[in-house]
């Protein structure tokens, strides 16, 4: 395990998600498949990825609002699942996407930090705009600011992902099935809620069981 | 294409104080050298005034950018680019989020996701997110440039008319019905491994829960799986 890589991947992944150039690579889906890519198991990485992708459907980074950082976040798990011994069981699974739910939060924390941190470095000694090249200079030293932000959080997450998948998942003693039907119950609950992202019940039920129609056609087609 | 370009970064110093002031500015330079280019002051001055106070969703800067820009080659005086900022501002965050953030990027990733569930190579689905994504996502920043420069201070009649407010109720419907198919999908085992019936009615009753309470299911969901961890760990440390 490069955990070099792990935190140069969670870098871009974290400069993604804001600062540059916001191409969605920073999606849980796209980042943990990445990473899992990556360290050698591009399945495993996407099937963490797609789970945590459906429980941050509904977060909006709209103005200024604080938000969980879910690419960051699924860099870390990713790469402590993969890392683990017990990689391929469902409760290595369970524990990492587990993680990654809480670690999306303190990832969050860490922007907040930086925002925070950052505001005077965008002026003059003495509060002033700053002037046309310092502004260049700035700027882009803020952009290289948030990839060390995003890139430490990443390290400090695997490592402690990493921890705790190899500590945790041998140890809990869950039928594969029990852990599989949560997770199904868990995520379909989320995509529920989610509808309200696009209108809610009362204005969009129609596409909503039109889709489900189709999605029994494909039950029955495969 | 410099400030095009510069877009792409636009949020590189977003901050709680001046949002994207400092990012605006830096997107707009390029032009403002070239308008300014025999009079350094007056450069200066257009620099840190651009610098104040400005919030647009991030594929829509361009609107402003290149409204901006014209206005200063027109010689408009600060106080109305500051009067046209403050006005375009609210308009650019609003459509931009709900047409990208609760739109379109909610319905692409769905699409990509109902694909995985359906047995789609994974990397050809999330390579159809990322282009479908792309596709509009660099398209929207282009155009917002050319709306901007060409129609200058009246760009804000040009936004209302725009195809965005119809792109935004095709995503929303879209994504609905997306959401749909992968909650089907999902609740019969697409997503973990074929499941049993008990499982499956589970499965569809939860989606009616969070229809009814919203987003904030997540966290007694998220509350749910970090229970059952503590729950494997202590049954497994006790026998």
């Known amino acids: 395990m490069s955990w070099g890589v792990v935190a140069l991947v969670g870098g871009v992944v974290g400069l993604d ?18 990473t899992g890519w990556i360290l050698g198991d591009p399945a495993l990485g996407a099937a963490l990825g797609a789970m945590h992708e459906i429980f941050s459907l509904a977060v909006l980074p709209v103005g200024a609002s604080r938000y969980p950082e879910a690419g960051t976040a699924s860099v870390a798990a990713t790469a402590a699942l993969v890392s683990s011994a017990a990689a391929g069981t469902w409760s290595a699974l369970l524990v990492a996407l587990v993680f990654a739910l809480l670690w999306e939060r303190v990832s969050g924390a860490s922007v907040v930090l930086y925002r925070r941190n950052i505001e005077r470095l965008l002026l003059t000694s003495d509060g002033n705009p700053l002037s046309s090249g310092r502004l260049e200079r700035r700027h882009t030293l803020t952009i290289a600011l948030d990839f060390a932000r995003a890139a430490l959080v990443t390290l400090l997450g695997a490592l402690l992902g990493s921890g705790l998948v190899t500590w945790l998942a041998p140890r809990a003693d869950l039928p594969a099935d029990l852990i599989r039907s949560a997770i199904a119950i868990a995520a379909a609950a989320v995509l529920g809620g989610s509808l309200r992202v696009f209108g809610g019940w009362a204005e969009r039920r129609r596409a909503f069981v039109l889709g489900a129609v189709a999605g029994c056609a494909l039950l029955l087609i495969q | 294409m410099a400030m095009l370009a510069r877009s792409f970064a636009v949020q590189g110093s977003f901050n709680y104080r001046t949002l994207i002031g400092a990012g605006f500015a830096f997107v707009v330079l390029p032009a403002l050298r ?11 001055e257009a620099v840190r005034r651009h610098q104040e106070p400005f919030n647009s969703h991030p594929y829509l800067v361009g609107v ?3 409204a901006v820009v014209r206005l200063e080659q027109d010689g408009a005086p600060a106080p109305v680019l500051e009067r046209f900022k403050s006005a375009i501002r609210g308009s650019l965050g609003s459509i931009g989020d709900a047409l990208f953030w609760a739109g379109f990027r909610p319905a692409c990733v769905l699409l990509a996701l109902v694909l995985v569930s359906s047995g789609v190579p994974f990397w050809l689905a999330i390579l159809t997110f990322l282009v479908l994504y792309n596709t509009a996502h660099v398209s929207t920043r282009a155009w917002g440039f050319r709306l901007g420069l060409q129609h200058g201070a009246s760009v804000a009649a040009s936004l209302r008319v725009s195809p965005l407010v119809r792109a935004w109720r095709a995503s929303a419907v879209t994504g609905a019905f997306l959401l749909g198919t992968l909650s089907l999908l999902v609740a019969a085992g697409r997503l973990t491994g074929e499941p049993g019936p008990l499982s499956t009615l589970a499965a569809t009753i ?3 829960a969070g229809i009814v309470l919203g987003p904030v299911i997540r966290l007694p969901a998220e509350i749910i799986l970090a229970l059952l961890v503590i729950a494997g760990v202590v049954r497994g440390v006790l026998s």
């Open chain 2, 206 to 208: 939860a989606v009616g």
């Open chain 1, 17 to 34: 998600a804001t600062s540059f150039p916001q191409v969605m690579i920073s999606r849980p889906l796209v980042a943990g498949t990445l």
């Open chain 2, 34 to 44: 070239r308008t300014f280019q025999d009079r350094p002051l007056e450069l200066e």
């Open chain 2, 64 to 66: 402003a950018a290149g």
